[in-house]
Nanobody
Framework: QVQLAESGGGSVQAGGSLRLSCAASGLRYGNIPKAWFRHAPGKEREGVAGIDSLGRTTYVASVKGRFTISQDNAKNTLYLEMNSLKPEDTAMYYC??????????????????WGQGTQVTVDP
């Protein structure tokens, strides 16, 4: 049984930093596609950062230069380092992995497995 477990969310002031983690069990991250998504109230769930099967990273424009996605294969954990946080980054953040159909590394329909989410709140 595959499980993805996010951690590291919390409340920070604008300009602060957080690092999200997503530990996987029943699945090896290796070279499978994986990504972070976020869902803010009243908005669609959007892909924030992803790593494709060739190890290439992709970021949504609004987080480029501020967020960094990475993985530690020894710990089988996916990370999202978030710096210079803004109030508009406030959302529930989810990790996703395992492609069933390819809709791009930031496509929601790409992913088979999802975590339960961790809340990030950025205060002005």
């Amino acid at each position: 049984q595959v499980q993805l477990a996010e951690s590291g969310g919390g409340s920070v002031q604008a300009g602060g930093s957080l690092r999200l983690s997503c530990a996987a069990s029943g699945l090896r991250y290796g070279n499978i596609p994986k990504a972070w998504f976020r869902h803010a109230p009243g908005k669609e769930r959007e892909g924030v950062a992803g790593i494709d099967s060739l190890g290439r990273t992709t970021y949504v424009a609004s987080v480029k230069g501020r967020f960094t996605i990475s993985q530690d294969n020894a710990k089988n954990t996916l990370y999202l380092e978030m710096n210079s946080l803004k109030p508009e980054d406030t959302a529930m953040y989810y990790c996703a992995a395992g492609s069933r159909m390819w809709y791009g590394v930031l496509g929601r329909a790409t992913y088979q497995y999802w975590g339960q989410g961790t809340q990030v709140t950025v205060d002005p």
